[in-house]
């Protein structure tokens, strides 16, 4: 069983950065991949970015070079830096955790309350 808390989210001009923090319950963080997933207002949750237990990462389009996945398998935290904002970036984010390295939103098996990110103009 893991638990996942995200937090860092907030109102940010466009432009700007955030970082979002998912801590992790449960000894076996470091076996699951971790996934950032988004959500905005009448729009399906979507795919942002996920890491395994090694390091290799994936990411949206959307996202590519503006956003950077991490995690610490010490601290049973992963992150995800979220620099050079647009407004469409806007949405409540979560994170999640799956047993292998994947965009597909049904293989992940625990899941974050979610934080809210919101980009101005």
């Known amino acids: 069983q893991v638990q996942l808390v995200e937090s860092g989210g907030g109102l940010v001009q466009a432009g700007g950065s955030l970082r979002l923090s998912c801590a992790a319950s449960g000894r076996t963080f470091s076996r699951y991949a971790m996934g950032w997933f988004r959500q905005a207002p009448g729009k399906e949750r979507e795919f942002v970015s996920a890491?395994?237990?090694?390091?290799?990462?994936s990411y949206a389009d959307s996202v590519k070079g503006r956003f950077t996945i991490s995690r610490d398998n010490a601290k049973n935290t992963v992150y995800l830096q979220m620099n050079s904002l647009k407004p469409e970036d806007t949405a409540v984010y979560y994170c999640a955790a799956a047993p292998v390295l994947t965009y597909l939103l049904n293989v992940y098996d625990y899941w974050g309350q979610g934080t809210q990110v919101t980009v101005s103009s």
């Open positions: 890491i395994n237990w090694s390091g290799s990462t």
